[in-house]
Nanobody
Framework: QVQLVESGGGLVQAGGSLRLSCAASGRTVSSYAMGWFRQAPGKEREVVAAISWNAASTYYADSVKGRFTISRDNAKNTVYLQMNSLKLEDTAVYYC?????????????????WGQGTQVTVSS
């Protein structure tokens, strides 16, 4: 089983940047699609971005396109989410997720491995 641990969250002013990391252990993630989700207070969890096993395919929610970038380093067993031009509405707990497989990623990938989350707070 793959275990996921997120890091890099914190407090940032609107317009600023953060980079989240998701470190995997237990198994190599080179055979997994990876994703980032977020959940704001009182809202459902939503997909933010996803990347296929070989990084050939990526998906972004409309709300983050052009501002966030997902990437992966399979040699380091780590996935990243670079977040630029942060907005107040980006405030949420961000979760890393994994799904074994070699298909292109879409918004409907059923991820089945989850990290515990990292808080991102954007202030005005």
């Amino acid at each position: 089983q793959v275990q996921l641990v997120e890091s890099g969250g914190g407090l940032v002013q609107a317009g600023g940047s953060l980079r989240l990391s998701c470190a995997a252990s237990g198994r190599t993630v080179s055979s997994y699609a990876m994703g980032w989700f977020r959940q704001a207070p009182g809202k459902e969890r939503e997909v933010v971005a996803a990347i296929s096993w070989n990084a050939a395919s990526t998906y972004y929610a409309d709300s983050v396109k052009g501002r966030f970038t997902i990437s992966r380093d399979n040699a380091k067993n780590t996935v990243y989410l670079q977040m630029n031009s942060l907005k107040l509405e980006d405030t949420a707990v961000y979760y890393c997720a994994a799904k074994w497989g070699f298909s292109p990623v879409t918004s409907t990938v059923r991820f089945d491995r989850w990290g515990q989350g990292t808080q991102v707070t954007v202030s005005s």
